[in-house]
C-alpha cells in the first residue's frame, strides 16, 4: 500500500484522475502561476547583471585599478615599492589636465592624459580598441594625439588632421596673458562604448604633455593594473600606508555608478517578487477552494478513522507538491531564457524587422545575460517559503471541518 496515506491522498487531489477535473486544473494554474513568476524574476536579474558586467568591463578598460598621486614625490622610488606587490602586473605614469580642444570651430572641455604608450597598453585596453591608428604613434616630439570616437565625430576630424589643445594655464607675454596652445596630429582614434571616455579623452605621450604643461620631469600619479581587479579596495589602505600618497581604486572613481546599479537590483528584486508572492495568495485561494469541493470527502475521511492532524497533512502536501514542483519549473525555465536571451532576442529582431537597441542610439547594443548561483538560490529560498507557508491555513481549515457536517451535505 502507498505511504504515506496523506501524500497519496494529497497527490489525487492534485490531478484527478476522473470526474471532476476542477481541482486540477487550478493546480495546475498555481503551478504556471509560480513557474512564471520564478522564470521572469531570474531572467530580468541575469540580465542586470549582464549589464552591470558589461559596464564594468567597459570601465575598467580604461581605468587603472589603482592610482596613486605622486605629486611632490619621488615618483620612480615609489614606482619601484609598488612594482614589488605580489598582485602588481602593470604600472605606468600619466599626467593628466583639463583642457580645451578645437578644430574646424567646434571647441569642446576635454581630459587630456599624457601617457608612456607601451605602458598605456599594459594598463588598460586602449590598444584592443582601437578603431584606427596606432596607440605606438604617440612618439615623443611628434606631438600626436588619440581621441575618442565620438570626439572625433563632434570635431570632424580623422587619422592625420590637426586639432588645437588651448591649456587654461596662460603664458605670461610682453602683451600680457594669453593662453598656451599648441598643435597635435590625429594619430588614432578609439571607441569604448562610454560617453565619459569616447568623448571627453584624448592621449598624448607624455613627454609632450609635460612640454605642453611645463611640468619638466614631474608626473601627477602611477596608474597600476592588478591581477585581479576585486583585490583594489584591500590593496589601497596598505599601499597608503607604505608609500605615504593618497591611493584611490576603480571602485572610488565610479562608487556611486555601481552603488546605483546594486540598489536598482535589488529594487528590481523586490518588485518581481511580488509576483511570485502574488502566485503563493492564488495557492492559497485553489486550496480553500479545494477544502470547500472536497468537503464530503474529508468527512468520510473522519469517519473512517484519519485524525485532524492526518488530514492536515493532505493539503500540506497537496499545496507544498504544488508550490515546489512550479518552483523547480520556474528555476529551469528561468535558467533556460536566460542563458538564451540572445538567441531570443535575435528571433524576435527578425521576426518584426526591428532592433531594440540600436547600435546607432546605444552604447550597448545587445541584451547581456549573467546567471548566477546566488540569484538563484536567494529566488528558490524565498518562492520556497512562500510555496510551503501558503498551504498553512488551507490545511487548518481543513482539519477544523466538522465530520457529521459534511456527511449530512454528502
Known amino acids: 500500500m502507498f505511504r504515506p496515506v496523506e501524500l497519496c491522498i494529497g497527490l489525487r487531489y492534485i490531478h484527478a484522475r476522473r470526474g471532476n477535473h476542477f481541482i486540477g ?18 531572467t530580468i536579474l541575469s540580465i542586470m547583471n549582464g549589464f ?13 585599478h589603482l592610482e596613486l598621486d605622486t605629486r611632490g614625490a619621488d615618483w620612480p622610488a615609489l614606482a619601484e615599492r609598488v612594482a614589488r606587490e605580489p598582485a602588481v602586473v602593470a604600472l605606468s605614469p600619466y599626467v593628466s589636465r583639463d583642457v580645451l580642444v578645437a578644430s574646424r570651430g567646434v571647441v569642446r572641455a576635454v581630459e587630456v592624459r599624457g601617457v608612456v604608450p607601451a605602458g598605456e597598453a599594459a594598463v588598460t585596453t586602449v590598444a584592443e ?17 588619440v581621441v575618442g570616437r565620438e570626439l572625433a565625430e ?16 596662460p603664458i605670461s607675454t610682453p602683451a600680457g596673458l594669453v593662453p598656451r596652445l599648441k598643435r597635435f596630429t590625429v594619430s588614432g582614434i578609439f571607441e569604448f562604448g562610454l560617453q565619459e571616455h569616447d568623448g571627453g579623452l584624448v592621449l598624448v605621450n607624455i613627454d609632450d604633455a609635460a612640454r605642453l604643461f611645463r611640468l619638466g620631469t614631474a608626473v601627477d600619479g602611477l596608474r597600476v593594473r592588478l591581477s585581479d581587479a576585486a583585490l583594489a579596495p584591500a590593496l589601497k589602505p596598505r599601499l597608503a600606508a607604505a608609500t605615504g600618497v593618497t591611493v584611490r581604486d576603480w571602485t572610488d572613481t565610479h562608487r556611486n555608478l555601481f552603488r546605483a546599479l546594486k540598489t536598482e537590483k535589488i529594487a ?5 517578487a511580488l509576483a511570485i508572492a502574488i502566485a503563493a495568495f492564488n495557492l492559497v485561494s485553489i486550496l480553500v477552494v479545494a477544502v470547500t469541493e472536497k468537503r464530503g470527502d474529508l468527512a468520510m475521511l473522519g469517519a473512517l478513522g484519519m485524525t485532524p492532524a492526518a488530514i492536515t497533512r493532505v493539503f500540506l502536501f497537496q499545496g507544498g507538491i504544488t508550490g515546489i514542483v512550479g518552483v523547480l519549473g520556474g528555476l ?11 538567441g531570443l532576442v535575435a528571433a524576435v529582431e527578425n521576426a518584426f524587422g526591428f532592433k531594440i537597441f540600436s547600435p ?7 541584451i547581456p545575460s549573467e546567471p548566477r548561483l546566488g ?20 490545511a487548518w481549515l481543513a482539519a477544523r471541518l466538522p465530520t457529521v457536517e459534511g456527511l449530512h451535505h454528502e
Not at 25 to 42: C, E, P, R
Not at 268 to 272: G, H, R, W
Not at 332 to 342: E, R, S, V
Not at 360 to 366: A, D, K, L
Open 25 to 42: 486544473f487550478i493546480s495546475l494554474t498555481a503551478i504556471v502561476a509560480t513557474a512564471l513568476g520564478v522564470a521572469v524574476l531570474l
Open 52 to 64: 552591470e558586467g558589461e559596464l564594468r568591463g567597459r570601465i575598467l578598460g580604461m581605468t587603472a
Open 129 to 145: 580598441h582601437m578603431l584606427a591608428g596606432d596607440l605606438d604613434a604617440l612618439v615623443a616630439g611628434r606631438f600626436g594625439v
Open 154 to 169: 563632434a570635431l570632424g576630424v580623422t587619422v592625420g588632421d590637426e586639432i588645437m589643445l588651448l591649456s587654461p594655464q
Open 268 to 272: 528590481m528584486f523586490v518588485i518581481l
Open 332 to 342: 529551469a525555465l528561468g535558467y533556460l531564457l536566460a542563458a538564451n536571451i540572445d
Open 360 to 366: 546607432e542610439v546605444y552604447y550597448i547594443s545587445s
Open 375 to 394: 540569484d538563484f538560490l536567494a529566488t528558490a529560498g524565498f518562492a520556497a517559503v512562500l510555496a510551503l507557508g501558503a498551504p498553512l491555513y488551507p
